[in-house]
């Protein structure tokens, strides 16, 4: 395996590691400035428009994982949100469990089901794969519509507890709560960060550059593409769960295929295969939803003129700006 690893990857050499160096230097000087701006953000904005953003963006990390660094285009990443999000609804809700606990239900239901969807779609590529996913979403969605009784049907699950951390923290004060959901994201991040920068998320780079190369020196593509998924949807589960507390709400819209478009739209706007691109691609969705909404449907016209204009002019997303000042991947 190590013969294997080494010729599949380029050698190491004094000017690569220098450089991968000052790389891994300014990505944490990067996720600090991003904490420190967290730490003071609900002091100059509001809280739950912040906790929002966190929780797609780290929707659209878990999309950019499997897209940007896996190479797998998935048309129904939605399910893996919305079924997480009617999970922690109804947990917390019905079965009165306490919010970190209802959280991990969710999870695990998404972990669950990626597993299951992932090992029927990686047996197709390319768009076979996404029209594969985008099937078994909408049955997950045709299901939450037609089973009110679990789902509240188009009503949703409303007027979910907030409950108390560990049985301890009271999450009804929105502080309180922000501060466990940036908890959650920046865990989300780094996790993600240490898994992109793992030999399993080389290999998957390996994979998504040239699968044919990396079946030939002996790689078990498809067991690498399920890991993918699943750790995707995974996450992808965590902020649905943890968007289905702050709003206290779960509902067919997060599990509608629009959604799916949505996080694909964050995820190409901001950056793909970037590390920080979706989370300011996140950050101008949300904020073009929430500050442009009285200009109704035409908020929808205004994504898609942006949509464009980036795919136009800027090829590697917004991010691309900050690659032209710092020279590095970010």
Partial sequence: ??????????????????????????????????????????????????????????????????????????????????????????????WH????????????????????????????????????????????????????????????????????????????SDMTLYVMTTVIFVGGLLLLYRVIHSPFGQVCKAIRDDEQRATSLGYDIDRYKLLIFVLSATLAGVAGSTKAIVFQLASLTDIHWSMSGEVILMTLVGGLGSIFGPILGAAVIVSMQSYLAPLGAWVTVAQGTIFVVCVLSFRQGLIGFAKNFTNRPL
């Fill in 1 to 94: 395996m190590t013969t294997i690893t080494t010729t599949l990857l380029p050698m190491a050499n004094p000017s690569n590691r220098d450089t991968e160096r000052a790389v891994a230097r300014l990505h944490r000087r990067v996720i600090l400035g991003l904490v420190a701006f967290l730490a003071v953000a609900p002091f100059f904005l509001y809280p739950v428009f912040i906790m929002k953003v966190l929780c797609f963006a780290l929707f659209a990390l878990a999309f950019n994982l499997l897209l940007g660094f896996g190479g797998l285009l998935s048309f129904g990443h939605a399910a893996f949100f919305g079924i997480a999000s009617y999970t922690t609804a109804y947990a917390a809700k019905h």
């Fill in 97 to 172: 469990f306490t919010p970190e606990c209802a959280i991990l239900a969710g999870t695990v239901v998404a972990a669950v089901v990626g597993l299951i969807f992932g090992a029927i779609a990686i047996r197709r590529q390319g768009i076979y794969f996404a029209m594969i996913t985008l099937a078994l979403a909408q049955m997950l969605y045709f299901f939450a519509l037609q089973a009110p009784e679990f789902t509240g049907g188009e009503d949703g699950i409303q007027a979910v507890p907030r409950g108390a951390l560990f049985s301890l923290i009271d999450l009804s």
